[in-house]
């Protein structure tokens, strides 16, 4: 077989298709309209909370995230180091600053005892920590039962960035619930897509109120234009509210293919030594993404050797995220670290993960992946 296969590749079909055309025919293609408001509320109601605001990506959701809260310039806002770039990037745009906090290294999610230190004393005492910013790393929730409680403490506000999270549960909540307020990513490759887009979801109805007006270029309520803040053109269109309405009503069959290929990857590293899934074991994980770590004193290879095996068969990987504070952009923001993050970094493989994978290429990824380890 030919023919590349991706790391996380949209799922979509006739569904999808008859929800675009639906919206197409109905002459509103957009900013918002009635897919969009619609989308809003089965969003809402599926993570359990009583408001939502659709955005145009994952980003945006987190930048207003924080501007609804009136974070800005001279606050810290702690951040996870493991966590791909759009996380630090949303509090930059706020004038804010990052304070990047390692991870645990059994789940890659923030280190919660690092956290409890930091807002015991703060890096710089002339300035606020404003928020705590936690990510679901690979579709499984931080350590909510502990971390809430810390925030709480504190009295600082918890921001739950769950853009891979739609779907996943902890303690049998649904991911994006846990924080002042929470956001979700649409993106292309994300479990559920509307090409891009994004969400915010709260039950402070103020909150995400303020959201959706930044989000309208703050604009007032007025027949001319007349506005007394900066905002943005962040609102999701109609035709991508379509496209998420049909894409959610998809969702557990999609986290469940995603949650069998994690098993079956599981089972072909079983007896494997020296080799991990991070985060196996986590039960309401929608298995976004399925990271292998390997500890090559153990296991006589590198995670780097298997994943440009796979990639010299035209198989996409690639390994944890680079730490947010080994960036050159981030090199002068404030960090606690154990070096948990740079490790997951160096052993660390992601794998084919998608719900599109047929079983046809399925195959083909496994019986690559075991001739590769045959030959160790």
């Known amino acids: 077989m030919t023919g590349r296969i991706g790391l996380s590749t949209p799922d979509l079909g006739a569904t999808e298709e008859e929800f675009l055309i639906r919206a197409f025919r109905s002459g509103w293609p957009g900013p918002s309209g009635p897919e969009t408001d619609r989308f809003e509320v089965e969003v809402a109601a599926r ?7 659709a955005v145009s990506s994952g980003t945006a959701a987190l930048h207003l995230s924080l501007l609804a809260q009136g974070i800005g310039a001279g606050d810290l806002v702690v951040v996870p180091t493991l966590t791909f770039a759009a996380t630090a990037n949303a509090v930059v745009y706020t004038g804010a600053r990052p304070v990047f906090v390692d ?11 690092l956290v409890a230190e930091l807002l015991l004393a703060p890096p710089r005492p002339d300035s606020r920590i404003a928020a705590v910013l936690a990510v679901d790393i690979n579709g499984a929730c931080a350590d909510y039962d502990r971390l809430l409680p810390v925030c709480r403490a504190a009295g600082v506000p918890l921001v739950e960035d769950a853009a891979q999270a739609l779907g996943s549960t902890y303690r049998g909540r649904a991911a994006g619930s846990f924080g002042r307020i929470g956001t979700f990513s649409f993106s292309w490759n994300k479990i559920i897509t509307t090409s891009s887009g994004g969400m915010v979801v709260s039950d402070d109805a103020a909150l995400i109120a303020r959201c959706r007006h930044l989000a309208t270029q703050a604009r007032e309520p ?13 609102r999701l269109t109609n035709l991508l509210g379509a496209l998420g309405r049909a894409q959610l009503r998809r969702l557990d069959g999609l986290v469940e293919r995603r949650r069998t290929l994690r098993e079956r990857y599981a089972k072909l590293f079983a007896t494997v030594p020296g080799t991990r899934i991070l985060g196996d074991g986590e039960s309401g994980s929608n298995c976004w993404l399925t990271s292998l770590v390997v500890d090559p004193e153990v296991a006589g290879w590198h995670a780097e050797e298997l994943g440009a095996h796979l990639r010299e068969r035209d198989i996409e990987t690639r390994p944890m995220w680079k ?22 970094f160096a052993t660390s493989v992601s794998l084919p993960s998608g719900s599109a994978l047929s079983e046809e290429q399925i195959s083909r990824v496994l019986d690559v992946v075991d001739e590769f380890l045959q030959r160790r």
Do not use: I, S
């Not at 993570?47 to 605001?53: M, N, Q």
């Not at 007025?222 to 962040?234: I, T």
């Open 323 to 344: 730490p947010m504070h080994r960036q050159p952009v981030f090199a002068h923001c404030p960090a606690r670290v154990t070096g948990a993050a740079d490790r997951l």
């Open 103 to 113: 991870a645990d290294p059994a789940t890659g999610n923030l280190d919660v005892d």
């Open 47 to 53: 993570v359990g909370v009583g408001h939502a605001a």
């Open 222 to 234: 007025v027949p001319h234009y007349e506005h007394r803040d900066v905002g943005y053109n962040y």
